[in-house]
C-alpha cells in the first residue's frame, strides 16, 4: 500500500507538471502580441489556481476560456505594467550613462532601484487575481498594493519568483536561451503554481 500511495502521488505531481507544462506553452504563445502579456499572465494563474482547487481537466480550454475573460481590462493593466518598467528600466540606464559624479551616481541607482522593488512588490497581486476579480484598472491595482501591505513577505517572496528568470537571462552563461527554455516551456507554469500556493497559504485567496 505505502509503495501504491508512493506511485500515486508520483503520478499526481508529473500529471500536475505535465498540465502546467501545457498550459505554459499556451501561456507563451498567447504572450507574443505584447499587449496581450497581462491577459495571458493571468490565465496562466487562473488555471494554476483550478489545479490548487483539483479542477485540472481540460486545462487548455480553461486557459483560453480565462484568456478571453475581461481581455479589454488585462490589456489596459499590460499597458500600464508595461509602461512602468519601461520608465524603470530608462531611469537605471539613465543614472547608470548619464550622471558624472560616481558617488551621487550610485546613491541614485540605489534608491531608483528600491522604489522599483518596492512598487513591483506592490503589483504583485494584480495578475494571479485578475480573471476572477470585475475590479476595474485602477482599483485592480490598488487592491493588490493593499495586500502587498498586509503581506509583505508574500509579496516579496513572489517578486523574486518573477525575478528570476530575469535574473538567469542577463546573468547565466546561454542566458537567454536557457531563460526561454525553460521559462517558455513549464517554470512560469511552476511559478504561477508556487505563487497561488503562497497566497492560498497566507489565507489571501481560498
Same mark, same amino acid.
Given at each position: 500500500?505505502?509503495? @501504491?500511495?508512493? %506511485?500515486? +502521488?508520483?503520478?499526481? &505531481?508529473?500529471?500536475?507538471?505535465?498540465? /502546467? *507544462? #501545457?498550459?505554459?506553452?499556451?501561456?507563451?504563445?498567447?504572450?507574443?502580441?505584447?499587449?496581450?502579456?497581462?491577459?495571458?499572465?493571468?490565465?496562466?494563474?487562473?488555471?494554476?489556481?483550478?489545479?490548487?482547487?483539483?479542477?485540472?481537466?481540460?486545462?487548455?480550454?480553461?486557459?483560453?476560456?480565462?484568456?478571453?475573460?475581461? @481581455?479589454?481590462? %488585462?490589456? +489596459?493593466?499590460?499597458? &500600464?505594467?508595461?509602461?512602468?518598467?519601461? /520608465? *524603470? #528600466?530608462?531611469?537605471?540606464?539613465?543614472?547608470?550613462?548619464?550622471?558624472?559624479?560616481?558617488?551621487?551616481?550610485?546613491?541614485?541607482?540605489?534608491?531608483?532601484?528600491?522604489?522599483?522593488?518596492?512598487?513591483?512588490?506592490?503589483?504583485?497581486?494584480?495578475?494571479?487575481?485578475?480573471?476572477?476579480?470585475?475590479?476595474?484598472?485602477?482599483?485592480?491595482?490598488?487592491?493588490?498594493?493593499? &495586500?502587498?501591505?498586509?503581506?509583505?513577505?508574500? *509579496?516579496?517572496?513572489?517578486?523574486?519568483?518573477?525575478?528570476?528568470?530575469?535574473?538567469?537571462?542577463?546573468?547565466?552563461?546561454?542566458?537567454?536561451?536557457?531563460?526561454?527554455?525553460?521559462?517558455?516551456?513549464?517554470?512560469?507554469?511552476?511559478?504561477?503554481?508556487?505563487?497561488?500556493?503562497?497566497?492560498?497559504?497566507?489565507?489571501?485567496?481560498?
Amino acid at each position: 500500500m505505502k509503495a @501504491l500511495a508512493q %506511485s500515486n +502521488a508520483y503520478n499526481d &505531481v508529473m500529471s500536475t507538471i505535465g498540465d /502546467l *507544462a #501545457m498550459v505554459n506553452i499556451a501561456w507563451a504563445v498567447c504572450c507574443l502580441p505584447i499587449v496581450t502579456a497581462s491577459t495571458s499572465t493571468a490565465a496562466l494563474y487562473e488555471v494554476a489556481r483550478d489545479i490548487h482547487e483539483g479542477n485540472d481537466a481540460h486545462v487548455l480550454r480553461k486557459f483560453l476560456t480565462a484568456f478571453r475573460r475581461r @481581455l479589454g481590462t %488585462s490589456i +489596459a493593466v499590460t499597458l &500600464v505594467v508595461e509602461a512602468f518598467w519601461a /520608465l *524603470a #528600466m530608462f531611469d537605471l540606464w539613465y543614472i547608470t550613462h548619464r550622471l558624472s559624479d560616481v558617488t551621487f551616481a550610485s546613491l541614485a541607482y540605489g534608491i531608483c532601484a528600491a522604489v522599483i522593488a518596492v512598487i513591483a512588490a506592490g503589483l504583485s497581486f494584480v495578475f494571479p487575481v485578475m480573471a476572477r476579480s470585475g475590479l476595474t484598472v485602477g482599483a485592480q491595482i490598488r487592491q493588490s498594493f493593499a &495586500v502587498a501591505l498586509a503581506h509583505p513577505l508574500i *509579496a516579496f517572496a513572489i517578486m523574486v519568483l518573477n525575478a528570476i528568470p530575469f535574473a538567469v537571462l542577463l546573468f547565466a552563461p546561454g542566458g537567454p536561451v536557457l531563460a526561454g527554455a525553460l521559462w517558455g516551456i513549464v517554470l512560469t507554469g511552476c511559478t504561477a503554481w508556487l505563487v497561488i500556493a503562497l497566497m492560498r497559504r497566507a489565507a489571501i485567496i481560498r
